[in-house]
């Protein structure tokens, strides 16, 4: 299996601007994950999916944040604008349906976020 | 609200030694996995280690073993045999099973290996 895989691995942008980071989860894995890391703040839990039905959303920051599921392999977390204090290293994980498996997230690359 | 602590920011280690990690967790559940996730450079999260709670026998994968003290909320890590590919943070991880599979991090520690 190829793993998450998360895209652009890098992204550099300008304050105001669109960002969309892309997520596609390990084939047969039921739940989602969109993690944020910062120096300051660590690994915070922004949302999750399961079955594509968001679940917790209560770590997403603000309305300028937002993240869809529109089918089992794919997923979307958008910020709209984008400010400086947005930039942070963001992951995306899958794992089983929860009460399934051995609970273990498995974590994609990363997708590393710069607001100049 | 279940929390994470590691209190170490940073430990060293030389070539071929042992470290211990520590970490604490606070929850009022009583089902729940703990895991240590290793960060290199790459920034890329590998797992290293899973107990489940309801487990008495510390889990172990080859030279990473595990201290789990449950009534003392307790999980530390030891990395015997220290080798240079070691380095990394190291993220303390909880997941409560009533939750569904999210995971509450500690703060992380560095990891540094002396040759």
């Known amino acids: 299996d190829a793993g998450v895989i998360q895209s652009p691995r890098h992204e550099v942008t300008e304050m105001g601007q669109e960002v969309t980071l892309r997520c596609k989860p390990i084939?047969?894995?039921?739940?989602l994950f969109w993690y944020r890391q910062t120096m300051m703040r660590g690994l915070e839990l922004l949302i999750y999916?399961?079955?594509?039905?968001?679940?917790?959303d209560s770590g997403m920051p603000e309305d300028r944040f937002s993240a869809k599921m529109p089918n089992a392999s794919f997923s979307t977390l958008k910020i709209q604008p984008s400010e400086p204090r947005d930039s942070a290293v963001y992951f995306c994980?899958?794992?089983?349906?929860?009460?399934?498996?051995?609970?273990?997230?498995?974590f994609g690359e990363g997708s590393r976020l710069t607001v100049l | 609200a279940q929390t994470v602590t590691q209190s170490q920011p940073e430990m060293s280690v030389q070539e071929a030694e042992t470290v211990t990690l520590s970490c604490t967790y606070d929850?009022?559940?009583?089902?729940?996995?703990l895991f240590w996730y290793k960060q290199p450079p790459s920034r890329q999260m590998i797992l290293v280690i899973r107990?489940?709670?309801?487990?008495?026998q510390n889990a172990t994968e080859n030279r990473f073993s595990v201290n789990f003290q449950k009534a003392a909320k307790s999980f530390s890590l030891k990395i015997s045999d220290s080798q240079l590919g070691d380095a990394a943070m190291y993220f303390c991880?909880?997941?409560?099973?009533?939750?569904?599979?999210?995971?509450?991090f500690g703060g992380g520690t560095r990891v540094l290996v002396k040759p």
């Open positions: 994980a899958s794992s089983q349906t929860p009460g399934m498996g051995t609970g273990e997230l498995f």
């Open positions: 084939s047969g894995h039921n739940s």
């Open positions: 999916f399961n079955n594509n039905v968001p679940i917790d």
């Open positions: 929850t009022s559940e009583s089902d729940y996995y």
């Open positions: 107990q489940e709670a309801y487990k008495q």
């Open positions: 991880a909880m997941m409560l099973k009533a939750a569904g599979n999210k995971l509450t």
